[in-house]
């Protein structure tokens, strides 16, 4: 089975510039997640989605972000502009619905902002 | 405000002995706390969790002691192993794990042989 998947692996962008992360969960999960982690500091929760809801967005940072997932499947997470202090790694999250279930994170998407 | 603080931010153990990371946590409606081990370059992956309704998990050589009146918690590795070696996150979340994770700022575990 397909674990989480997150693209890209690692992106370098110049402040102003507009990045689009994606992240494909695991199939049939419902609940999907987006953190991240800038150097050296916690991993912190950005949103949270039950299906095509979002069901809980208050770690979103200011209104440069817009997360969306089509269709209940694959989310966006938009950077636009990106700013120098937008850098660090996206991890994308998923599990199933109800409670005590395991989320399971993907790789993570490396953001550099110059 | 950091609701979970997690210590040390680094630690070195010799191969065979007890590792210990510990946490502390904040908001009493918090009802369950995961371990996460994440090596380079991967994400982080669920280790071992623990309710509150027990004071201590065991899976293999990882040990989860849980203390609810100090609303604190720690993993404790034996054994340790040089491919234990990786960075470790403590998180809390309500629900039974069904909300958003609140991460430790994580410990970075090296084993020497």
């Known amino acids: 089975e397909a674990g989480v998947t997150q693209f890209p692996s690692h992106s370098v962008i110049e402040k102003g510039q507009t990045v689009t992360l994606r992240c494909d969960p695991i199939?049939?999960?419902?609940?999907l997640y987006w953190y991240r982690r800038v150097m050296g500091k916690e991993i912190k929760f950005l949103l949270h989605?039950?299906?095509?809801?979002?069901?809980?967005e208050s770690g979103m940072p200011n209104n440069r972000f817009l997360a969306e997932r089509t269709g209940g499947t694959y989310s966006t997470l938009k950077v636009q502009p990106a700013e120098l202090e937008d850098s660090g790694v996206y991890f994308c999250?998923?599990?199933?619905?109800?409670?005590?279930?395991?989320?399971?994170f993907g790789e993570g998407s490396w953001l550099t902002v110059v | 405000q950091q609701q979970v603080k997690q210590s040390p931010q680094s630690l070195i153990v010799q191969k065979g002995g007890i590792s210990i990371i510990n946490c502390a946590y904040e908001?009493?409606?918090?009802?369950?706390f995961p371990w996460y081990q994440q090596f380079p370059g991967k994400g982080p992956a669920l280790l071992i969790a623990?309710?509150?309704?027990?004071s201590e998990k065991k899976e293999g050589r990882f040990t989860i002691s849980f203390n609810k009146s100090a609303k604190q918690f720690s993993l404790h590795i034996m054994d340790s192993q040089p491919g234990d070696s990786a960075t470790y996150f403590c998180?809390?979340?309500?629900?039974?794990?069904?909300?958003?994770?609140?991460f430790g700022t994580g410990t970075r575990l090296t084993i020497i042989p």
């Open positions: 908001n009493t409606a918090f009802d369950y």
């Open positions: 623990i309710r509150p309704d027990v």
């Open positions: 989605f039950v299906k095509e809801s979002k069901q809980d």
């Open positions: 998180a809390a979340s309500r629900s039974f794990g069904n909300e958003k994770l609140t």
């Open positions: 199939s049939g999960h419902d609940n």
């Open positions: 999250a998923s599990s199933q619905g109800g409670a005590g279930n395991t989320i399971y």
